[in-house]
């Protein structure tokens, strides 16, 4: 070392996370409806690019239906007005 070292710069700048700019939401715009062919063909696409496994059978959802449950309780009078 020199006898005429400069001291070094504090880090403490570099430790600070720099603020983050806000998203403005409303600028957004929704997007139109894609079909589901482009979808399935932009993914063959990234799929061979990437060369990831792209084969998934294609089953028909269930129809939804909602459990239904038994409930007993006690309800007071006053909730049930």
């Known amino acids: 070392m ?3 070292s400069q001291p070094l710069p504090s880090i403490k700048n570099d430790l600070a996370p720099l ?6 939401l409303r600028k957004l715009s929704p997007r139109d409806p ?5 979808i ?14 792209i084969q998934l059978p294609w089953t ?3 129809p939804a239906t ?10 007071p009078e006053y909730l049930d007005d």
């Open 40 to 53: 399935e063909e932009n993914s063959r696409a990234i799929g061979e690019k990437w060369g990831a496994s």
């Open 66 to 75: 909602a459990p239904v449950r038994s409930i007993r309780g006690y309800i």
């Open 60 to 62: 028909e959802a269930p």
């Open 34 to 38: 894609t079909a589901d062919e482009a």
């Open 2 to 4: 020199s006898k005429n």
């Open 19 to 24: 603020p983050r700019q806000k998203l403005d």
